[in-house]
């Protein structure tokens, strides 16, 4: 697992995570929480949804808890699923600190409700710098029961870039587009263009205003930009699918690709490209090397391949190239060649006075004459580069 970018990413937005199987034991935490508990010791809240959390791993919809209360303060509670590079499933509980003025927001309201309508508060209330510093951090709006809008905040004029009488009367739905709606009809997520065209995400607390008979006569909206955690999910599925050194696509991509290419009946050619003594260079020169050679030859083959070709860093010193399309065989040939004139013509310049030679060997597949998965194709071509670098070296020494 990825641990340390986690870590960093969750601290950057100010989220917390727990990562748990599905036996529910705790695997790692940037809480404090002892591994190998059960995960429901501390959150209580998923005591029931066992089923649901299990069926992430099916139908992949995140599961949402929003104001979960913790030593006093709100949090909004998503639970996901991923795989690891072994392709085994875990289950991740991130938690956002609600905002204060969310809160405060939602108790003023409260407290007006319990004594009369909205509108019907004081001139002087309206006025205090509490009320405007709540109304400059979010955006709120009220909508009748059938969703068109009878009031908008300052907050919600300056996201939009708009005059108040643009909004009056219509339907919320022409500015907020509602993406997820919760089982108990109180939250949602929605999207919303600003003023400068950019996807903006929002979570919505719905609040309902009633008259002094308790009756139901609209429906206040309050929302909080959660565009960041939509953003460090992305980064996270980034990381879990690319290399942390090169970019590159990882070993876990590499499998699901071929697999997929199999299942489509596709016909396709892997070339892996392994460095010969590498563990060498790494000990003479120090792991900073290696990690330089890694990211030169990242540049040399990117530049050299068809932008139709995929090239993966598999693991270590190996990498992979996956001609999707079927190519001539005259064609593979050259490229084979012109791989071996690479490392020939490009060393690495390690620094004023180290000028790094490097080789690597290669070995190309087919599919489905030499494999028929990709396990398989891993399996084989270990076996079969190993043989050439003994068959090369022998030759050499000959």
Known sequence: MRTNLLKILCKKSAISYIIFDSGFQVIESNIEIQTESDVRDYLWE?????????????????????MIQRERKYYDLEIDTFKDENKQSY??????????????????????????????????K??????????????SFHVDLD???????????????KERTEFLEKHFSEFF?????????????????????????FHADILPLKDKDGQIIENIIITQDITYLKKIKKEL???????????????HTFLKKIDLLIKEKKNFSLCFIDIDNFRTLNEEYGSHAGDMLLKHLTTLFLEFLDPQD??????????????????????????????????????LYYNSEDIIQFHYTTLLLHYPQD?????????TASKLLKKKKIDLKSKALS
């Not at 509980?93 to 019907?120: C, F, G, P, R, W």
């Not at 939250?187 to 995400?201: M, Q, R, V, W, Y």
């Open 46 to 66: 998923i005591i029931g949804l066992e089923e649901p959390i299990l069926a992430l791993q099916k139908h992949n919809t995140p599961i949402e808890i929003p």
């Open 237 to 251: 599925e980034y990381a879990q699918e690319h290399d942390a050194l090169t970019g590159l696509p990882n070993r």
């Open 147 to 161: 969703g068109f809008i009878t009031m908008v905040n300052d907050a919600c004029l300056h996201f939009f870039n």
């Open 91 to 124: 289950f991740i509980a991130y938690m956002q600190k609600k905002s204060q003025y969310t809160n405060e927001y939602a108790n003023v309201l409260k407290e007006i409700n319990k004594k009369t309508l909205i509108y019907d508060l004081s001139d002087e």
């Open 177 to 201: 587009q509602v993406q997820k709606r919760q089982k108990d009809t109180t939250s949602t997520i929605f999207l919303a263009k600003n003023s400068l065209g950019d996807d903006i995400f």
């Open 371 to 379: 494999a028929k998965s990709a396990k398989e194709f891993l399996s």
């Open 310 to 347: 995929s090239l993966i860093r598999i693991q270590g010193d190996l990498f992979g190239i996956i001609f999707e399309i079927a190519k001539e065989k005259s064609y593979i040939q050259s490229l084979l060649k012109g791989l071996e004139d690479l490392a020939e013509k490009n060393p």
């Open 126 to 139: 309206k006025e205090s710098a509490y009320y405007k510093e709540i109304n400059k951090h979010l955006i």
